[in-house]
């Protein structure tokens, strides 16, 4: 069955990078763009950001231009989001998505905590 | 950017009753193919969100019929026919028209 998987808990300090990978399977990669989506502890979900697997391109919200970055790996089916110059604020749980044609997420992956502290 | 609110932020349900949640957006989510951008997600406590309702009213693969979407435009509705204890965690509607692509605050629905 379609699945995403993502990578496991990180600890960053302030200033610093991370990197959450997501890889796809039971389906085909190239035909589904990826979002990814946070949630601050307590908070409500925020869209980052959509990949499209097929070319590559991407789209980001605004208030993350220039600290983020998304990419993938056609050969092992996965895409990466990359964020920098951590904050505190970063702190969140990252989830990947699989977005429809029609925008809906039918497949989330289980989601990966990124601790910013120092 | 498109603003989504939801009312109530907290709904208190009793098993077997009816429940209803609203969504409001400042801006019409109907596309030019007639269909209304609008999704409804359940994120149980500890879990990831799970697609119950997209286009307003399609219920995704899986979702039990007592979940139903309606509405157009701006206005939307989910309702829940006869709530199940399984039912509660937190309840967003998401706009997926235009990006970036907004979330409602979320409705907490507990018995």
């Known amino acids: 069955q379609a699945q995403l998987v993502q990578s496991g808990a990180e600890v960053r300090q302030p200033g610093a990078s991370v990197r959450v990978s997501c890889k796809a399977s039971g389906y085909m990669f190239l035909s589904y763009h990826i979002h990814w989506v946070r949630q601050a502890p307590g908070q409500g979900l925020e869209w980052m950001g959509i990949i499209n697997p097929s070319g590559g391109g991407t789209t980001f919200a605004q208030k993350l231009q220039g600290r983020v970055t998304m990419t993938r790996d056609t050969s092992t089916n996965t895409v990466y989001m990359d964020l920098s110059s951590l904050r505190s604020e970063d702190t969140a749980k990252y989830f990947c998505?699989?977005?429809?044609?029609?925008?809906?997420?039918?497949?989330w992956g289980q989601g990966t905590m990124v601790t910013v502290s120092a | 950017d498109i603003v989504m609110t939801q009312s109530p932020l907290s709904l208190p349900v009793t098993p077997g009753e009816p429940a209803s949640i609203s969504c409001r957006s400042n801006?019409?989510?109907?596309?030019?193919?007639?269909?209304?951008?609008l999704d409804w997600y359940l994120q149980k406590p500890g879990q990831s969100p799970r697609l119950l309702i997209s286009l307003g009213s399609n219920r995704a693969s899986g979702v039990p019929d007592r979940f139903s979407g309606s509405g157009s435009g701006t206005d939307f509705t989910l309702k829940i026919s006869r709530v199940e204890a399984e039912d509660v965690g937190l309840y967003y509607c998401m706009q997926p028209l235009q990006t970036p692509f907004t979330f409602g605050p979320g409705t907490k629905v507990d018995l």
């Open positions: 801006q019409s989510l109907l596309h030019s193919n007639g269909f209304n951008y």
């Open positions: 998505a699989r977005g429809v044609h029609y925008g809906a997420f039918d497949i």
